[in-house]
């Protein structure tokens, strides 16, 4: 009986002899720039987006930075504003492009300048598209599956990104849109298929952007650090000049729409 009694005692007092306050530093960390930067090249427009990482309990508005000095230069040298427009955004419009040039995004805040370069590739063109009815299966359902290819020119660096929309859906977040290279495929067509059944009267639209070598080496990194299989997961390696975080991504696009019909 004495056992009996014993044991729960020793339990309980073990239970309570091991707790502790246990201090978790939430919103301790140093925060650090992030640029976003794109040069939409078909579009003639440059945008910038920064910020800074957030603390656990910040609102997401006061990491907004609006208060940088933004400048695009380009191989001749030259530096062209580029201005706020509010919210962390930098906006400059009809900014000519001059593909096989390289851009570089200057972004200055509190003295210290950060900077990134970006290859304007040429664009890719699309091939016909294609689309076929299948049955249904255990994995899909019935209807039609969309096909698109595009071309591939000679030599190494030809980088993609593609951006489907249909279903009032686009899907451009990091995760959604397809990326790729050509160092197997070299002046090859690229083709590519949407695991999805559409049915008559649906509408897709794709954009195939024409991303260069450093770009998608981003991409790369970041969908290897945020695998669920990664041990150690991480941010890709610095794009940015004084370890800010973020990328800049001079490209330039064509688009095709796909009726089913």
Same mark, same amino acid.
């Given at each position: 009986?004495?056992?009996?009694?014993?044991?729960?005692?020793?339990?309980?007092?073990?239970?309570?002899?091991?707790?502790?306050?246990?201090?978790?530093?939430?919103?301790?960390? =140093?925060?650090?720039? !992030? &640029? #976003?930067?794109?040069?939409?090249? +078909?579009? $003639?427009?440059?945008?910038?987006?920064?910020?800074?990482?957030?603390?656990?309990?910040?609102?997401?508005?006061?990491?907004?930075?609006?208060?940088?000095?933004?400048?695009?230069?380009?191989?001749?040298?030259?530096?062209?504003?580029?201005?706020?427009?509010?919210?962390?955004?930098?906006?400059?419009?009809?900014?000519?492009?001059?593909?096989?040039?390289?851009?570089?995004?200057?972004?200055?805040?509190?003295?210290?300048?950060?900077?990134?370069?970006?290859?304007?590739?040429?664009?890719?063109?699309?091939?016909?598209?294609?689309?076929?009815?299948?049955?249904?299966?255990?994995?899909?359902?019935?209807?039609?599956?969309?096909?698109?290819?595009?071309?591939?020119?000679?030599?190494?660096? =030809?980088?993609?990104? !593609? &951006? #489907?929309?249909?279903?009032?859906? +686009?899907? $451009?977040?990091?995760?959604?849109?397809?990326?790729?290279?050509?160092?197997?495929?070299?002046?090859?067509?690229?083709?590519?298929?949407?695991?999805?059944?559409?049915?008559?009267?649906?509408?897709?639209?794709?954009?195939?952007?024409?991303?260069?070598?450093?770009?998608?080496?981003?991409?790369?990194?970041?969908?290897?650090?945020?695998?669920?299989?990664?041990?150690?997961?991480?941010?890709?390696?610095?794009?940015?000049?004084?370890?800010?975080?973020?990328?800049?991504?001079?490209?330039?696009?064509?688009?095709?729409?796909?009726?089913?019909?």
């Amino acid at each position: 009986m004495k056992n009996l009694v014993v044991l729960p005692i020793v339990a309980l007092f073990a239970l309570f002899s091991c707790q502790k306050e246990i201090k978790i530093n939430l919103n301790e960390a =140093n925060p650090k720039l !992030v &640029i #976003e930067a794109n040069y939409i090249a +078909t579009d $003639s427009l440059v945008t910038v987006r920064i910020s800074y990482t957030g603390n656990y309990f910040d609102e997401y508005s006061s990491n907004l930075v609006n208060d940088a000095a933004v400048f695009i230069k380009e191989t001749n040298g030259s530096y062209t504003t580029v201005p706020s427009v509010g919210n962390g955004k930098y906006e400059l419009a009809n900014y000519a492009p001059t593909y096989g040039a390289t851009y570089t995004i200057q972004v200055v805040k509190d003295g210290i300048a950060y900077e990134s370069s970006s290859l304007l590739m040429p664009t890719m063109d699309f091939l016909p598209a294609a689309y076929e009815y299948q049955e249904e299966t255990l994995f899909s359902e019935a209807g039609y599956r969309v096909k698109y290819s595009f071309q591939d020119p000679p030599g190494i660096g =030809n980088c993609y990104k !593609v &951006i #489907e929309t249909y279903r009032d859906t +686009t899907f $451009s977040k990091f995760g959604e849109f397809r990326f790729g290279d050509d160092r197997l495929t070299d002046g090859n067509i690229h083709e590519l298929s949407i695991f999805k059944s559409f049915l008559i009267g649906d509408t897709v639209l794709i954009e195939l952007q024409s991303i260069n070598q450093a770009v998608h080496n981003y991409y790369d990194q970041l969908s290897t650090n945020t695998s669920a299989f990664t041990a150690a997961q991480g941010n890709p390696d610095y794009y940015w000049t004084n370890e800010a975080l973020g990328y800049f991504s001079a490209y330039g696009y064509k688009r095709q729409q796909v009726v089913i019909q």
